[in-house]
């Protein structure tokens, strides 16, 4: 019902940064809820940055200052945008919205994210 195609993951040095980008098959004024969540091996799959309908952003402390979420509906996509990598921040991150029809949430398939000297 809800496509989400992401992309720009890769690998970044220290101090670098990465901007990830989420593809939505339908127009973010859908989704009720937008975010992303990372997962590091043998480790919970934790929520990092979120953006409402209301325009409302949230982040995990741990991204805070460094991350930003934003959406364009020109483009049905939502962004994050990550400066100061850290080594950290290595992890699958993935794309999550929830749509306001419904409440149902739907999951991108997750891009690789590795900060490494």
């Known amino acids: 019902q809800v496509q989400l195609v992401e992309s720009g993951g890769g690998l970044a040095q220290p101090g670098g940064s990465l901007r990830l980008s989420c593809a939505t098959s339908r127009s973010i004024f859908n989704f009720d809820f937008m975010g992303w969540y990372r997962q590091a091996p043998e480790k919970q799959r934790e929520l990092i940055a979120a953006i409402r309908s209301s325009g409302t952003t949230n982040y995990a402390d741990s991204v805070k200052g460094r991350f930003t979420i934003s959406k364009d509906n020109a483009k049905n996509t939502v962004y994050l945008q990550m400066l100061s990598l850290k080594p950290e921040d290595t992890a699958v991150y993935y794309c999550?919205?929830?749509?306001?029809?419904?409440?149902?949430?739907?999951w991108g398939q997750g891009t690789q994210v590795t900060v490494s000297s």
């Open positions: 999550n919205v929830v749509t306001a029809w419904s409440g149902r949430d739907y």
